[in-house]
């Protein structure tokens, strides 16, 4: 049977690769003629309700990179990538209009913003259009899950227990095959550069843990490089918890984040790292942390906006303090604690943090300064490489007292700083 000739449009969000992508082979199987579309919508650009930028210089110029690799992936499919600089629901309905698209096909979110933006975009477009949506974000697929949504446990161990024992890992989605090279639009899109977003350009601290570069062509160097080449999987467990370097821990959350490759294609890595290779109980753990950003996304999705409340999902009655000036020496690395400025600093001169120096640094900002968490969260989503909505108003309300920690833990900033940096190594090197 052949193919219809409706038209289809791949919007690409938080799902940035060709590989393991489901919506994309969907669109090949069911369509011939395909535009993909990327905006850098304004509004993630902006200053937020706090008074600093939504999105800072780091995360943006590792997007642009990874936009750069995705749309020369897609040209290699006879795909072109519309580039946008606009909001999207001022360019989809017109892409809409005027290539006569019948399906949209995009990865499913559920926050507030991502729906809210759908919605936009539904609303403008005139005439009948099929939403295809699709999850591609999760290790265990949500028809998998051996309980509703609504029933997800409010602890980890127990959701992780489950899921292990009942939930099989499905296959990595296939390649698709290119289609006739007709299909691509005589336009070419440019990328932007970080001025046209507003942003200041980037220049690499040669302090950094980590020359991270954007792209699904460099997710997988660093996966074969870890893994193959250096076998630091094996002793990852061991490892984590460093401050230094760029082998102490994957470093595969930006390119997770972005959706530049997959937790399936990372988990079945590992599988064959195992067979090939050593299984103990580093390579579960990397596992172990997957299905960690599995959770936090499963408790987004039961909870939905509580995540962004101040109670958080346990809706407690707190007293938070929102002083700017606290709030801007934290920032600055400017508090009492050696420890917790030099993770700051590094943030703030890289976009990157080890997950050690998070777990003190939100602590800290919360259970000490009793600062309104929410500011720490916003301040995370500014900087970092690897922000991620779930994971990181998931660990902030984790930290803070206000969500999937039963044991509500503050940290002993002090004895955390001997345990892990004994010899003050990492402190020095950013407190300089």
């Known amino acids: ?33 395909i535009i993909a579309y990327y905006s850098f919508n304004p509004n993630h650009y902006g200053e937020n309700k706090w008074g600093f930028k939504k999105t800072e210089k780091y995360r943006t110029k590792f997007l642009i990179e990874s936009i750069k690799g995705l749309k020369a992936a897609l040209k290699k499919l006879n795909i072109t990538l519309i580039i946008d600089l606009e909001s999207p629901q001022k360019t989809i309905p017109e892409i809409v209009k005027k290539y006569q698209v019948k399906y949209i096909y995009l990865q499913r979110e559920w926050t507030e913003e991502e729906l809210e933006e759908e919605n936009e975009v539904s609303k403008a477009i005139e005439g009948s259009i099929s939403w295809e949506r699709h999850y591609e974000q999760m290790l265990f697929h949500p028809e998998d899950l051996p309980f509703d949504i609504s029933q997800i446990p409010e602890v980890f161990g127990s959701f992780r227990k489950r899921c292990e ?19 691509l639009l005589e336009k070419s899109y440019e990328l932007p550069k970080l001025s046209d977003l507003g942003l200041e350009n980037n220049e690499t601290d040669h302090r950094s843990a980590f020359p991270f570069r954007g792209g699904t062509a460099n997710a997988i160097e660093r996966l074969r490089v870890y893994f193959w080449e250096n076998k630091k999987l094996s002793y990852y467990k061991n490892t984590r918890n460093g401050l230094i370097g760029s082998d102490y821990s994957s470093k595969f959350s930006p390119w997770l984040a972005n959706g530049s490759i997959s ?33 936090f996304k499963y408790i987004s999705l039961k909870h ?47 976009g990157w ?17 009793k600062m309104d968490w929410r500011l720490g969260a916003a301040y ?4 970092l490489l690897d922000y991620d909505v779930h994971s990181n108003y998931g660990n902030w309300m984790y930290v803070s007292g206000v969500g999937n920690d039963p044991r509500d833990r503050k940290f002993n900033i002090k004895w955390q700083s001997e345990k892990y940096d004994p010899a003050k190594k990492f402190s020095n090197l950013w407190l300089q």
Not at 263 to 274: F, G, H, L, T
């Open 1 to 33: 049977m052949s193919k219809r000739i409706d038209s289809s449009l791949i919007w690409f969000r938080n799902d940035l690769r060709i590989e393991d992508h489901h919506g994309l082979n969907q669109a090949i199987a069911k369509c011939d003629n």
């Open 165 to 183: 024992k009942e939930v099989t890992i499905r296959p990595i989605t296939a390649l698709p095959k290119p289609l006739p090279i007709s299909n």
């Open 263 to 295: 937790s399936k294609m990372i988990y079945w890595e590992i599988r064959r790292y195992e067979k090939s290779i050593q299984k103990n109980q580093s390579t579960y753990w990397l596992i172990f942390e997957l299905i960690w950003r599995d959770y």
């Open 353 to 369: 943090m080890s997950n050690r120096g998070r777990q003190n640094v939100a602590s800290f900002f919360s259970k000490d300064l």
């Open 304 to 350: 939905g906006n509580k995540i962004f409340k101040i109670g958080g999902i346990l809706e407690r009655d707190y007293h938070w303090d929102t002083s700017y000036s606290v709030f801007e020496n934290w920032c600055e690395g400017n508090t009492s604690e050696p420890f917790v400025n030099a993770n700051m600093i590094e943030l703030k001169q890289t």
């Open 380 to 383: 995370f989503e500014s900087m």
